[in-house]
């Protein structure tokens, strides 16, 4: 899985709950269109209607062996890079998409304990050479995403873990960022969202259309 021909763009999203992906990548992909960009926003898990259904099976059941939960995710990406996100980028579309590997090291990983060799060889099998162009980290203390995210309901499986494990998960997201400075960058989700937004917009003019 390679995307040598591709001409999109695949832009990710990433960080804790509640951090304000689902609300950036609406305003962001708005952004986009209003520049000429074809824009296709997707999530995951999910995306297709098979990586839709394992969604199910990850947010409403548990617990899952935690090398079985990282291979579900896998399963939904795989699918849903097939079925969703390649075709877009090879016709010229931009992805903006809520979430992707990173979470799977962030959740997976730092969160439940799956080794970051397993995390790789599933990358590997999965996603072939692909990686997103640019990804941008939300960042923000756990206790106000997650007052962000229960303020709008029920809490799925991930939320309901504990205070430990999401800043488990917001120290992840950190050091991949570290980690990968060409291809990510961190951006402070405690701001008003129209400033998250303009922090976004500066990264793609920079970074990607620069
Ligand atoms: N998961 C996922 C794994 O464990 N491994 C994986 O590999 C993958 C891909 C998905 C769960 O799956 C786990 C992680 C997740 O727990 P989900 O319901 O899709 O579950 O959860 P999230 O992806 O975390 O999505 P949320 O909807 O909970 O959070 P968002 O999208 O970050 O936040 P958003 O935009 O919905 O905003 C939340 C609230 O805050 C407000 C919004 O209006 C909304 O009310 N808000 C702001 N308020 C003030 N200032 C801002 N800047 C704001 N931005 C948004």
């Not at 548990?62 to 079985?68: E, I, N």
């Not at 402070?188 to 303009?198: H, I, M, N, R, T």
Request: charged content about 25%; aromatic content about 4%.
């Amino acid at each position: 899985m390679t995307r040598t021909t591709a001409k999109g763009r695949f832009i990710t999203l990433e960080g804790g709950e509640g951090a304000g992906k689902t609300t950036l990548s609406r305003a962001l992909a708005g952004a986009l269109a209003a520049r000429g960009r074809p824009v296709l926003r997707t999530r995951e898990p999910g995306g297709a209607p098979g990586a839709e259904a394992i969604r199910g099976l990850l947010l409403g059941r548990g617990p899952w062996d935690p090398v079985a939960e990282a291979m579900l995710h896998f399963a939904a990406r795989r699918e849903h890079l097939a079925r969703t996100v390649l075709p877009a980028l090879e016709s010229g579309i931009w992805v903006v998409c809520d979430r992707f590997a990173d979470s799977t090291l962030a959740y997976q990983g730092a969160g439940q304990g799956l080794s970051r060799d397993v995390w790789e060889r599933l990358c590997d099998l999965a996603l072939g050479a692909l990686r997103p162009d640019l990804t941008l980290v939300l960042d923000l203390p756990p206790e106000r995403g997650m007052g962000r995210a229960l303020s709008r309901g029920d809490a799925n499986r991930y939320e309901q873990a504990g205070d430990a494990f999401h800043a488990r998960v917001r120290a992840a997201f950190l050091e991949i960022a570290a980690r990968e400075p060409g291809r990510c960058a961190v951006l402070d989700a405690g701001q008003p969202a129209e400033a998250v937004l303009g922090s976004a917009l500066g990264l793609v003019t920079e970074r990607l259309e620069g």
